[in-house]
C-alpha cells in the first residue's frame, strides 16, 4: 500500500497534457477536476484516476487534476508519477 506523505506534482499545463497535484489526505480519496473536456470525458478521467489509485494501493490522498485534453494514457503516467513523488 502506498501512503501519501508530502505533496507532489507530475505534469504540464501544455495542449494534450494534465497538471496533477497529490498530498496527503484525511480520509479516503478527495478527487478534483478542472478540464477542458470535462462535460464528453470527467467521468472517464475520474475513472482512471481512481483506478491507478487502487493498483497503486493508495487509499487515502487528496488529488487535483488540470487537465488540457489529455490521453488516459498520459493520465496514468501522471498520476503514477505523482504517486511515486508523494509516497514514502
Not at 4 to 32: C, F, H, M
Amino acid at each position: 500500500m502506498a501512503e501519501i506523505v508530502r505533496k507532489a506534482a507530475a505534469g504540464t499545463l501544455e495542449s494534450s497534457d494534465v497538471y496533477v497535484e497529490i498530498a496527503p489526505g484525511e480520509a479516503g480519496i478527495d478527487l478534483e477536476l478542472e478540464s477542458v473536456v470535462k462535460e464528453q470525458f470527467g467521468q472517464a478521467i475520474e475513472q482512471v484516476v481512481r483506478q491507478v489509485l487502487q493498483e497503486q494501493g493508495v487509499t487515502c490522498a487528496r488529488i487535483r487534476l488540470v487537465d488540457r485534453g489529455a490521453l488516459d494514457c498520459v493520465i496514468r503516467a501522471r498520476v503514477e508519477t505523482a504517486i511515486v513523488r508523494g509516497g514514502e
